[in-house]
């Protein structure tokens, strides 16, 4: 199975902060990465596609980033809905694997 | 607008069967996609399940593959899963989601998610 990494597991920040949380595949995973973002309680909402295509209706201060083995997801001004966790999830490779997650927090 | 809503037993006994079904609405599963399951033990993170296409094919995680089976009923548009054999380490959130075909495959939608807590 392809292990994916997340870092850091948590982070603390203010709104209108950039935000950014690293996820790295176990091997090479080209670009298929994908984001999702979940709330207390509710299910994961998808966020980014294929490492960088912003899913339709998210806002565009998310973006993504990255291929092969590292990728990057950047908020740029910090929002206070955005306030959760972040997943990370490979589909390269079945069984499709997801990272352990980023818990964001107001500082 | 595709939906999707997670239906079963809340409280499943050590050993037995775990039993659901997500009803989808807004949407044919006959007409496409992969449907699938995830499931999401209290305070921890994601695990896929396995995946089923209209046709009736499916791919399973290889780590409960012995003890899974999904199915699809496209005359009522809903599918299901069967975990059996189930402990404590199964209790979880489950969640259904309709995935993407094409490279790379992506949990496009998702359901509210239900709790079903394995205890004796």
């Known amino acids: 199975d392809i292990q994916m990494t997340q870092s850091p597991s948590s982070l603390s920040a203010s709104v209108g902060d950039r935000v950014t949380i690293t996820c790295r595949a176990s091997?090479?995973?080209?670009?298929?990465l994908n984001w999702y973002q979940q709330k207390p309680g509710k299910a994961p909402k998808l966020l980014i596609y294929?490492?960088?295509s912003l899913q339709s209706g998210v806002p565009s201060r998310f973006s993504g980033s990255g291929s092969g083995t590292d990728f990057t997801l950047t908020i740029s001004s910090l929002q206070p809905e955005d306030f959760a966790t972040y997943y990370c999830?490979?589909?390269?490779?079945?069984?499709?694997?997801f990272g352990q997650g980023t818990k964001v927090e107001i500082k | 607008q595709v939906q999707l809503q997670e239906s079963g037993p809340g409280l499943v006994k050590p050993s037995e069967t775990l039993s659901l079904t997500c009803a989808v609405s807004?949407?044919?599963?006959?007409?496409?996609?992969?449907w699938g399951w995830i499931r999401q033990p209290p305070g921890k993170g994601l695990e896929w399940i396995g995946s089923?296409?209209?046709?009736?094919?499916?791919y399973y995680n290889p780590s409960l593959k012995s003890r899974i089976t999904i199915s699809v009923d496209t005359s009522k548009n809903q599918f299901s899963l069967k975990l059996s054999s189930v402990t404590a380490a199964d209790t979880a959130v489950y969640y259904c989601?309709?995935?993407?075909?094409?490279?790379?495959?992506?949990?496009?939608?998702w359901g509210q998610g239900t709790l079903v807590t394995v205890s004796s």
């Open positions: 089923i296409y209209h046709s009736g094919s499916t």
């Open positions: 807004g949407y044919s599963i006959s007409s496409g996609y992969y």
């Open positions: 989601a309709r995935l993407t075909v094409t490279p790379p495959e992506y949990f496009q939608h």
């Open positions: 999830q490979q589909s390269y490779s079945a069984p499709w694997t």
């Open positions: 091997q090479s995973i080209i670009s298929y």
């Open positions: 294929a490492a960088s």
